[in-house]
Nanobody, 121 residues
Framework: QVQLVESGGGLVQAGGSLRLSCAASGRTFSDYAMGWFRQAPGKQRELVAT???????RYADFVKGRFTISRDNAKNTVYLQMNSLKPEDTAVYYC???????????????WGQGTQVTVSS
């Protein structure tokens, strides 16, 4: 199975930017579709963005135009560039993987431990 480790979270002012990274190990990274999810206190976990092995992306409506998901298969890493951050983006962000290269759905099998993103107003 694949192991996932997120990094890059932190505290940022509204309007600022952060880039999250998720390093994968254990299996062939290009065999996996990847996703970013988030969970705010008292709320359910929600899908933020997904990317297939070949680079096809999908975004939740609330991040379109602000967030960009990308991956570097040579570095076994997926990224989430977050711009124009809002206080409502405050959450723990999780990286996820599913061993279907062209998958664009919402169900993932492997999860990282999460990284906290806090956006102050």
């Amino acid at each position: 199975q694949v192991q996932l480790v997120e990094s890059g979270g932190g505290l940022v002012q509204a309007g600022g930017s952060l880039r999250l990274s998720c390093a994968a190990s254990g299996r062939t990274f290009s065999d996996y579709a990847m996703g970013w999810f988030r969970q705010a206190p008292g709320k359910q976990r929600e899908l933020v963005a997904t990317i297939t092995s070949s680079g096809t992306t999908r975004y939740a409506d609330f991040v379109k135009g602000r967030f960009t998901i990308s991956r570097d298969n040579a570095k076994n890493t997926v990224y989430l560039q977050m711009n124009s951050l809002k206080p409502e983006d405050t959450a723990v962000y999780y990286c996820a993987a599913r061993r279907i290269p062209d998958y664009s759905g919402s169900v993932f099998d492997y999860w990282g431990q999460g990284t906290q993103v806090t956006v102050s107003s």
